[in-house]
């Protein structure tokens, strides 16, 4: 048997495997569950929901109900009656020019000349001035050519329309236009004037775009005196200055809309002014259309009565200067209405006063108002704001619980599935999606009067008011988020509406089309009925584009002849085309509505929003619907022209607004937690009464646990923030007082407790220098330290000599040991070439005070008699013979401190022994 013993390794297990392998699954597992739980972190705060900052211009895929017409508009009008064609093919493509010349205008005009001066200087003089309307001077060509085509389209549309109302001529290559009511093609003419009055209306109220119009044009003139001292062709600037004038009279002097409807239409308008039918059809509109306004002005959710009015206004103005004459009645029923209106928002903070519009205008019909009739107005319009101002918290009252209604009926219908969608469902859903936006077009009506006449009025807001605005904007916001975040189910729900619906007309138009049928006696304008009616379902049997859309209307205005619908199917028809049209350009009509650029302007009431936000510590993703608003900002300044790098506008506007938000919210959150955790980790000392029950409590934990928002480029986190902040102090006021890390690190451990704050450890030695200075302090002011301080032999420590206090700070080999710890061995390097330096200096001048004749001669003599006496003295140098030295010494001069020579140079030998003691210290540390 050996005398080994020796281990039995066999095939048995113990189970010590097992326990291992289960106690790294179990950390593998923890390790799985976190991942997981940031990842869905971070999947919810990029995900779509309620609290989410979000920008559709943004999203990856965008969803468009409204279909693409990839059809001509000639095959789109084809019938077999031709003239009928090329009547309705020259108004649907004068329509449509118009919808493309306001798409342009908004996108590219209007909020060029909004922005304009916005980012750099206002004033009216200077170089900066100059060069902005320099860059900006190109753009100015462009509203030129603009302007001018606008003017030939609306001298286009006027010369067809009096062309197809022309009762002189009855030769068969003409449609009888008897009982033709183009309604539609007066509404698109009424939009284009309606443009050209907004033109005329920003430039007229942008005075520094004036003032820089006016010192860009002295600058031209004084160059004009000697073009060569610039280096430019007297040529070139003479035709410079022709367009600069050529600009200035149609642009800069807001009357573009007047030159418009006084233009000579090429000649024609003499044979326009006699045209009685023209005249007539005139009238008819404007009748109707006030009619309806009338009809509508109390209901304040219609989303297009206001544009409606605009519309009226302008072609009274144009008819009146087409036929030298209007109605009286219809001016008077005008001028009634305008008082009930105070103003109206054209764009941004642009507004437009109706009475101010007539009297320009219209000057000869408004000799019929008095005059104490017409400053009833300008009060009329003090007591409006006055009143709308006073009623803001109960029409947001009002608008609160109608929007909340409204959210839950939205939710709950589009659950159900669209294999169980009946007609009354699709009814229902229609009346929902155009409820929204009616919601919405009255909310961003009222935001915008309010907020514009305050300013044009120079009236504060009261804060009350300036909550409500706020409050409004949120709930717009929110309507245009509830129809993106379901915006699959209301692309859907549209498509089957849209068919619905142009089924229902389709019934109507049939049976229409039936009767024609069954009538034996032709005529030609039962012809040109029955090929109306044949477009109008050919144009409503595809999808529901503009074009076809617009065909179809203007297909049943000349279908409508010779009462070929009765009057409830004619109503029946209008209503559901309307609804046609809303739910077609839903998406459109939403964004228009939704559209809250206009508080680029009016960002004084941020500051009053955030505070009162953060001091109601309730709904603080509230926040988040501001932030999208503001967003809208940015996509009004892609049009800027007038800066060299437009987008420094948009970095302005961010900074602004993200300082704001840091000094009501941000700032004061993180103040306020960590005075929440300084007071639980010192709740042993003597404090304020901190009963929830009598002093209440703030419940931090609901914006902690916000979703980032999106702020413009940035998310912003709220936790992080404050984490970052947290970690910030943490390290700052440690490294400060470092025998303070107990009580933060208590704070940090009860942070992550309380809040669910993770914080970064600091990792700083605990109390390492709380009674010495630091080495590195030492070495840049050692001889400082040498002078303040004193080395001890036998405990080996530094001592300071005196102190102002009652206590003497001292530093041994530990607090060294310490810095060098913190610091890294890397400052050896330097403490011991800061310490060689400083002996190098001091032996310098100690070798200089042995050398000195007065000081070597003494010396000497001493040394010779004490080898002389040596025996004598038994090896000691007298006491009398050293104070007969010192006496001697001080007789070459003493200091203002009453040093003499002697007593320096035993300065100087401590110094050196200190320093030699510092180099041994951190040599031995």
Not at 4 to 23: F, P, S, Y
Not at 871 to 888: H, I, M, P, V, W
Request: proline content about 2%.
């Amino acid at each position: 048997m050996s005398g080994i013993l020796e281990w039995d390794c066999g095939d048995e297990e113990d189970g010590t495997h097992k326990i291992a392998g289960e106690v790294q699954l179990r950390t593998y597992r923890k390790f799985l569950d976190e991942y997981s739980s940031q990842l869905r972190g971070i999947e919810e705060a990029l995900d779509e929901s309620i609290s989410d900052t979000w920008d559709i211009s943004r999203d990856p895929i965008a969803l468009k109900f409204l279909p693409h017409e990839q059809t001509s508009l000639l095959k789109l009008v084809d019938t077999d009656n031709k003239i009928l064609n090329k009547v309705l093919t020259v108004l649907a493509a004068l329509s449509i020019e118009v919808e493309k010349l306001q798409d342009e205008a908004r996108s590219k005009y209007f909020g060029a000349l909004l922005f304009y001066g916005e980012g750099g200087t206002t004033g009216s003089s200077g170089v900066d001035a100059q060069m902005s309307i320099s860059h900006f001077l190109p753009f100015l060509q462009e509203m030129f050519c603009f302007v001018t085509r606008c003017e030939q389209v609306v001298c286009q549309i006027v010369k067809q329309m009096s062309a197809v109302h022309d009762s002189t001529k009855s030769t068969p290559g003409f449609i009888s236009a008897s009982d033709v009511h183009f309604q539609v093609v007066f509404e698109h003419l009424g939009d284009l004037l309606v443009m050209l009055i907004t033109f005329d209306e920003i430039i007229s109220s942008h005075n520094v775009l004036v003032d820089h119009w006016l010192l860009y044009k002295r600058t031209v003139k004084s160059v004009q005196h000697d073009p060569s001292k610039f280096g430019i062709d007297g040529s070139k600037l003479k035709l410079f200055e022709r367009i600069i004038h050529e600009i200035e009279e149609k642009l800069m002097k807001g009357t573009i809309f007047q030159h418009c409807v006084e233009q000579s239409f090429d000649e024609t308008k003499s044979i326009i002014c006699k045209n009685a039918q023209l005249s007539e059809e005139f009238s008819l509109y404007l009748r109707g259309s006030l009619s309806d306004f009338e009809g509508k002005l109390h209901d304040q959710l219609h989303s297009d009565n206001i544009h409606l009015w605009i519309k009226g206004c302008a072609l009274c103005v144009l008819n009146f200067n087409l036929f030298g004459s209007l109605d009286k009645k219809i001016f008077k029923q005008i001028w009634d209405i305008s008082k009930k209106i105070p103003a109206v928002t054209l764009v941004g903070n642009i507004l437009w006063f109706p009475e101010t519009f007539l009297l320009a205008r219209l000057p000869q019909l408004c000799k019929m108002i008095d005059k104490k009739t017409q400053q009833a107005v300008q009060s009329n319009r003090q007591s409006y704001l006055q009143t709308k101002a006073s009623n803001l918290p109960k029409e947001l009252q009002l608008y609160y619980f109608q929007t909340c209604s409204w959210m839950i009926h939205m939710e709950t219908n589009l659950q159900q599935p669209s294999d169980q969608w009946k007609f009354d469902d699709l009814y229902n859903r229609c009346c929902l999606f155009l409820q929204g936006l009616q919601y919405a077009s009255g909310i961003s009506r009222l935001l915008k009067t309010v907020t514009n006449l305050h300013v044009y009025t120079s009236k504060p807001m009261t804060k009350t008011a300036v909550l409500a605005i706020c409050r409004l904007i949120e709930l717009l916001k929110g309507i245009q988020h509830m129809y993106h975040r379901h915006c699959m189910s209301v692309a859907e729900s549209a498509n089957h509406i849209v068919q619905h619906l142009s089924y229902q007309a389709l019934k109507i138009i049939s049976a229409a089309k039936k009767n024609i049928i069954q009538d034996k006696r032709y005529s030609e304008k039962r012809l040109d009925i029955l090929s109306s009616l044949l477009l109008a379902e050919s144009a409503l049997n595809g999808p529901g584009t503009k074009e076809r859309r617009l065909v179809m209307h203007l297909a049943l205005s000349t279908a409508n002849q010779m009462k070929t619908f009765k009057e409830e199917e004619i109503n029946m028809l209008n209503s559901i085309l309307f609804r046609l049209d809303s739910i077609c350009d839903l998406q459109d009509k939403l964004t228009l509505a939704c559209d809250c650029s206009f508080l680029y302007w009016h960002r004084v009431i941020l500051p009053v929003y955030l505070a009162n936000i953060y001091e109601s510590h309730a709904d603080f993703h509230r926040v988040s619907y501001i932030c999208c608003a503001l967003q809208d900002c940015i996509l009004a300044m892609k049009s800027v022209r007038h800066l060299p790098y437009p987008g420094d506008l948009k970095i302005t506007l961010e900074s602004d607004v993200y300082k704001l938000l840091e000094s009501k919210i941000l700032i004061p959150f993180c103040n306020d937690i960590e005075t929440d955790l300084r007071l639980h980790v010192h709740s042993h000392l003597q404090l304020d009464d901190r009963n929830p029950f009598r002093v209440g409590i703030n419940n931090f934990v609901p914006m902690l646990r916000l979703r980032p928002l999106r702020f413009f480029e940035r998310y912003i986190s709220i936790k992080g923030y404050v984490e970052h902040y947290l970690n910030q102090m943490f390290y700052n006021l440690t490294t400060v007082a470092l025998h303070d890390w107990k009580t933060y690190g208590k704070m940090r451990s009860l942070a992550k407790h309380k809040f669910d704050l993770t914080t970064v450890d600091d990792y700083l030695p605990s109390q390492t220098l709380d009674q010495g200075l630091d080495v590195l302090e030492i070495m840049r002011n050692i001889h400082i330290f040498v002078s303040k301080y004193l080395y001890n032999l036998n405990n080996q420590f530094f001592i300071e000599k005196s102190s102002n206090n009652k206590h003497l700070n001292t530093i041994n080999i530990r607090h060294i040991a310490n810095s060098i710890r913190t610091h890294g061995t890397g400052i050896m390097n330097t403490t011991v070439n800061f310490t060689y330096q400083f002996l190098r200096k001091k032996f310098f001048i100690f070798s200089q005070f042995m050398y000195d004749e007065h000081i070597k001669s003494r010396l000497i003599k001493d040394l010779r008699f004490f080898r002389e006496n040596r025996t004598q003295l038994d090896q000691k140098f007298s006491y009398e013979r050293a104070e007969k030295f010192n006496r001697g010494i001080r007789k070459l001069g003493i200091t203002e401190d009453g040093l003499s020579y002697l007593d320096q140079f035993r300065n100087l030998i401590t110094h050196i022994a200190v320093g030699e003691c510092v180099h041994t210290c951190d040599s031995r540390s």
